[in-house]
């Protein structure tokens, strides 16, 4: 079994930046996809990003430019790095850790509010 602990979460200003993390337990960690998904208030989850077990990154095109998802294998911890961030950003943000459909793990979700 897997958990996952996100942290990174929080208030920040149009402009501004922010890094999530998402540490997982157990030993799939470096063979999965990583993803970070977003769901905001009365919308469907959506995909942020990605980054395949090689390093191959995908974004949204409404992140696109301005966040960075990478991956440390050795500290089992997925990142994002939110730059410019929008009021639209606002949402709570999930990570995912996914091998197979058997092997498919969520975060409890971290809430991102792009405020002034």
């Known amino acids: 079994q897997v958990q996952l602990v996100e942290s990174g979460g929080g208030l920040v200003q149009p402009g501004g930046s922010l890094r999530l993390s998402c540490t997982a337990s157990?030993?799939?960690?470096?063979?999965?996809?990583v993803g970070w998904y977003r769901q905001a208030p009365g919308k469907e989850r959506e995909l942020v990003a990605t980054?395949?077990?090689?390093?191959?990154?995908n974004y949204a095109g409404s992140v696109k430019g301005r966040f960075t998802i990478s991956r440390d294998n050795a500290k089992k911890t997925g990142y994002l790095r939110m730059n410019s961030l929008k009021p639209e950003d606002t949402a709570v943000y999930y990570c995912?850790?996914?091998?197979?459909?058997?092997?498919?793990?969520w975060g409890q979700g971290t809430q991102v509010t792009v405020s002034s």
């Open positions: 995912n850790v996914y091998v197979t459909s058997i092997y498919d793990y």
């Open positions: 980054i395949t077990s090689g390093g191959s990154t």
């Open positions: 157990g030993s799939i960690f470096s063979i999965s996809t």
